[in-house]
């Protein structure tokens, strides 16, 4: 209050030292420019547009100082940035005076100018006739300008996205992502697909504690670098990972996971960095295909985890760029534990570790006669500090690989969606493999496969009995489980022809006239001897 009432008692400056305030921090931004730093420019030209317009403005640039030195406070960011829009708004129903875009034009270059007409073109049709004609000719004139040297990437403008703002924005739904009702398909419409990771990580980062430790512009960065990676599949892309992060944390929240396994936040750091990360430039063909064609990767990581170690190898290439290093916090001793808890967990998402995933915790489980979140305390061995990490890993494997086929785990219109993905991603390609001559991969031809029997056989087989066995320590998986009976009886009515197969095309036509019917028996014993296969 101080600030602000300091600065609306204060004059404005002359127009020589404006002048001269403008040249000296004109260079400071071109400076920070050519270090590739466009959004401490950004900042730069907002200061200059403070002191070339009213006093208004310059109460503005008071308020996002403030917002910048409190960076990790969300609630207190969105309130800044509410009563700078509401200031900006105000300013421009006013009225700028043409000296003032003149000046701005002239001196400060494109960004500065891009904000005044950013916010004027939201008010533009409560403004004047003369105000806008005005508008038109600055943004030709701006046009015609040649400051290329100041023009921002698409992918920087992308990051001035304040996610901070964005958390306030959609709070309502964000609270609710764990919930039933939750249909991440229409959120991700909602807030735009090239936004969702980045703010519900970022979200979920904050929710534990994270965000007091992180530098937020470096996350920001990274965030929607890795979201930019995933690529355009229909069932791996960046959906898939943001959905896997809701899981994880349900898990952390709802089942209270870091209480029970007493996990420090290194441990839950990497948990949720996993998840982020465990598909990233997933090329939408599994490991079958890659070693059968002998592709590129198959041969750089010798036929073994192909997928799964070249996730993990591309994701940290990208922390290797300080722009992108959210690691650099970290200690040499936290960032060795880190990459090894993360190479473990996302390794347990190759689906030929299953069997031997499922054996191991069902042994651990029965040894320590842990049922429905009884004796649980004492599965970790924690005699030293690496039996301690060694028994945390072999769980949050388990829960990291259950969260990677947690598709059955949702309300039935999510999960069938999600069923559809995976079923025209195999399919597109099945279509490769013939044509290239290669061995069909399982569930991949499009003309044998019977939809509703495969997805009845993948709950029953897979899903339900494995998370049936995580309940035994974290009972609040129980409503997950009871989503999969659900989504077994919405299969079968498919199957019995009382409800048509989902309909969701992704670049492949879904044959819903297959003669050929797989026997449920016929089924798991094909799902049990195909476990080297690559969902």
Sequence with gaps: KKIIKKNMETSGKRKSDTQMFLKQHNTEARSSLRKNSQIEAMGFYKELMSNVLSNTVRVINCLNEIKTKNKADIKLCAEVNW?????????????FDSA?????????????????????????EKRGSADLSMLKEIERKRRASQLSSFQLTKQSSVHLRDLADMCVEYKEDLDKICDDSFNIFDFAQKVGKENLLPLISFHIFNKNGLLDILDAEILRNFLYKIEKGYKNNPYHNSIHATDMLIQ??????????Q?????????????????????????????NYLVNSQ???????????????????????VMKNPKYNILSVFTKEENRLIR??????????????????????????????????????????????????????????????GADVSNPTKAPKVAQNWAMRILNECWMQGDKEKAENLPISFLCDRNSVDVPSSQIGFIKGITLPFFAMLRRILPGISKLTKNCSENIKEWEKVKEGKAPIPNIDFQ??????????FSYPYLMQVIISNLTTQF
């Design 340 to 401: 090894k808890r993360i190479i473990g967990l996302v390794l347990a998402t190759d689906m030929t570790k299953h069997a031997s995933q499922t054996a191991t915790l069902k042994g651990m489980l029965d040894s320590k006669q842990v049922e429905n979140g009884e004796n649980v305390v004492t599965i970790i061995d924690k005699t030293t500090d690496v039996t301690s990490f060694e028994g945390k890993q072999i769980i949050l494997n388990c829960l990291l690989h």
């Design 259 to 287: 209480k029970v396994l007493e996990l420090d936040t290194i441990d839950v750091f990497s948990f949720l960095l996993a998840a982020i990360i465990h598909d990233y430039k997933h090329p939408g063909l599994n490991n």
């Design 295 to 317: 592709d590129d990767i198959a041969i750089q990581f010798n036929d073994i985890a192909v997928l799964e170690n070249y996730h993990v190898a591309e994701a940290y290439k």
């Design 508 to 517: 492949g036509t879904i044959n819903r006239s297959s003669q050929q019917q």
């Design 248 to 257: 994880e944390h349900f898990f952390l929240s709802e089942c209270t996971l």
């Design 100 to 124: 003032d875009w003149e000046l701005a034009l002239k001196e400060n270059g494109k960004e500065a100018v891009d904000w005044m007409i950013e916010y004027s073109n939201k008010v533009g």
């Design 83 to 95: 009563a700078i829009k509401k200031l900006v708004k105000s300013k421009m129903e006013e009225g």
